[in-house]
């Protein structure tokens, strides 16, 4: 089993990169600062931000390989185990990059909603690939977070500090809507597929085995994380992927409806439920009537 490497720490990730310790929770690295280095399995228990600016090797996260190349922006949230794959060959990091421990952020704005910003749980042909404009703008959040570390601590620190982390993660909540529209050709014929996926499981009998049918299976099905994948659904079609999900079963079990060879019950079973009563409460939701006063309907 492969040794993996553990940080848990912004001292110890400071340590690996030849960094001095600023502060206990935050760190802006420089990597060409860093010794040449073996790549190996990571593990961090850390939020990490980095503008790489060379390319290593093949990065992964889980079994999946990142879309990785120079220009890119990956982020990675505390305990992901990161790999990269660069056949054991000895290579100099060249890039930028914050880290900052959850503690930094608990009681603050960020930490509030830091779950909104779902590109650190994107992992496949998904990372953020940034024009010279953008790097730019993101070399400055890096610059200003600096500035403040290299001052002396006094009560606006924490504040500041925090702040233009979120400045960053909302600049990249930016580009990432841009990556969505300028890589169409990436996107083209997902949500195509999406709808071919879904047709295909409720003509099969997966329901009846598996249940109905969940944002993660239908992301893990087409190669993508579950957040991209919902983020990129919504992009495209105004509503969250469960919701499409909701309204494709609605058109499937309106068409069931009229079997007079099937009871209620059996069709919700079909579909992939387990009760009848949620079935119907699921149906009325949506539809404005129960199955029984839809079938009578007509």
């Given at each position: ?44 228990g ?9 390319n ?6 889980g ?10 922006l ?7 185990v ?14 930028h ?10 009681g ?13 749980s ?24 600096s ?91 105004g509503k ?21 060879n ?10 992939g439920f ?18 029984k ?6």
């Open positions: 089993m492969d040794e993996i490497q553990k940080f848990e720490t912004v001292s110890q990730y400071n340590a690996y990169n030849n960094h001095e310790t600023l502060h206990p929770l935050v760190t802006v690295v420089d990597f060409s600062k860093a010794d040449p280095r073996y790549l190996k399995k990571t593990y961090f850390l939020y990490l931000v980095l503008l790489k600016e060379v290593c090797g093949d990065l992964r996260y079994k999946q390989t990142y879309d990785y190349q120079e220009g890119t990956i982020f990675v949230a505390p305990g992901q990161i790999s990269i794959d660069n056949n054991n060959q000895l290579y100099h990091p060249k890039g990059g914050i880290a900052f421990h959850p503690d930094l952020i608990k603050t704005s960020l930490g509030k909603h830091i779950d909104l910003y779902s590109f650190f994107y992992n496949v042909n998904e990372a953020l690939h940034v024009s010279e404009r953008e790097r730019k703008m993101v070399m400055d959040c890096f610059s200003k977070i500035y403040e570390l290299e001052m002396n601590v006094d009560n606006h620190s924490k504040k500041l500090i925090t702040s233009n982390i979120e400045l960053l993660l909302n600049y990249c909540d930016r580009f990432y809507d841009r990556q969505f529209i300028t890589r169409d050709n990436v996107h083209k014929g997902i949500l195509e597929r999406f709808e071919t996926l879904l047709n295909a499981y409720f003509s099969s009998d997966k329901p009846e085995t598996i249940g109905l049918p969940s944002v993660a299976y239908c992301a893990d099905e087409l190669n993508l994380s579950s957040n991209y994948f919902g983020d990129l659904i919504k992009r495209e079609t969250s992927a469960h919701e499409f999900i909701q309204l494709k079963l609605i058109t499937v079990a309106k068409e069931r409806i009229f079997d007079p099937k009871s209620l019950s059996q069709i919700a079973f079909d579909l387990k009760y009848p009563q949620h079935f119907t409460r699921v149906f009325k939701q949506h539809v404005g009537v129960s199955p006063e839809y079938r009578n309907l007509n």
